[in-house]
T-cell receptor, first 114, second 113 residues
Framework: AQSVTQLDSQVPVFEEAPVELRCNYS??????LFWYVQYPNQGLQLLLK??????LVKGINGFEAEFNKSQTSFHLRKPSVHISDTAEYFC????????????FGQGTTLQVKP | NAGVTQTPKFQVLKTGQSMTLQCAQD?????MSWYRQDPGMGLRLIHY???????DQGEVPNGYNVSRSTTEDFPLRLLSAAPSQTSVYFC????????????FGEGSWLTVV
């Protein structure tokens, strides 16, 4: 069965520092991979997605992620974070034939400190 | 362009009551899904559908029913609400023709007392 693991439940970081949020997936089939952000009491916003092609994916708000098939990872990075990036981040995977069935990681809370 | 519309946004139920969370999309998407979000557990798939008349169970289907009589609508029914069903519920839709972009509703906050 497909699963997604986010390796850190909380990541504290100072403003303007770089950050990496880690995500590993397990799947025996081709996958699509996604990162979502959720601000307090709000819905989900798509940051970026990997469907195929280039393994480095650029998203909104300066975020990027790298798909690594050999390590089954899809880590999210940002070179310099802002206070406004404080939120919960979710990694998710779907089999390439069915995006109606997303499997989410447990979430990582990014806490940006001044 | 309404996207994915969920109603109600907030609901308080008593244990044992039944209710339906409504979800509608106006993008002619083939895939629709329901997720619940609980602290520390991310979002978990309850039920999903790959087209009208076709539904399947996700990770946590117990206590919930769904049907997909039209492409647009995918209601989630709680048959006999329990406090363990207190959660935030999200509906989503997508299809291959939209580049596999998955659209989420704004969420429904449900409390069972």
């Amino acid at each position: 069965a497909q699963s997604v693991t986010q390796l850190d439940s909380q990541v504290p970081v100072f403003e303007e520092a770089p950050v990496e949020l880690r995500c590993n997936y397990s799947s025996s089939v081709s996958v699509y991979l996604f990162w979502y952000v959720q601000y307090p009491n709000q819905g989900l916003q798509l940051l970026l997605k990997y469907l195929s092609g280039s393994t480095l994916v650029k998203g909104i708000n300066g975020f990027e992620a790298e798909f690594n098939k050999s390590q089954t990872s899809f880590h999210l990075r940002k070179p310099s974070v802002h206070i406004s990036d404080t939120a919960e981040y979710f990694c998710a995977a779907a089999s390439s034939g069915n995006t109606g069935k997303l499997i989410f990681g447990q979430g990582t809370t990014l806490q940006v400190k001044p | 362009n309404a996207g994915v519309t969920q109603t109600p946004k907030f609901q308080v139920l008593k244990t044992g009551q039944s209710m339906t969370l409504q979800c509608a999309q106006d993008m002619n998407h083939e895939y629709m899904s329901w997720y619940r979000q609980d602290p520390g557990m991310g979002l978990r798939l309850i039920h999903y559908s790959v087209g009208a008349g076709i539904t399947d169970q996700g990770e946590v289907p117990n206590g919930y029913n769904v049907s997909r009589s039209t492409t647009e609508d995918f209601p989630l029914r709680l048959l006999s609400a329990a406090p363990s069903q207190t959660s935030v519920y999200f509906c989503a839709s997508s299809n291959r023709l939209s580049g596999n972009t998955i659209y989420f509703g704004e969420g429904s906050w449900l409390t069972v007392v």
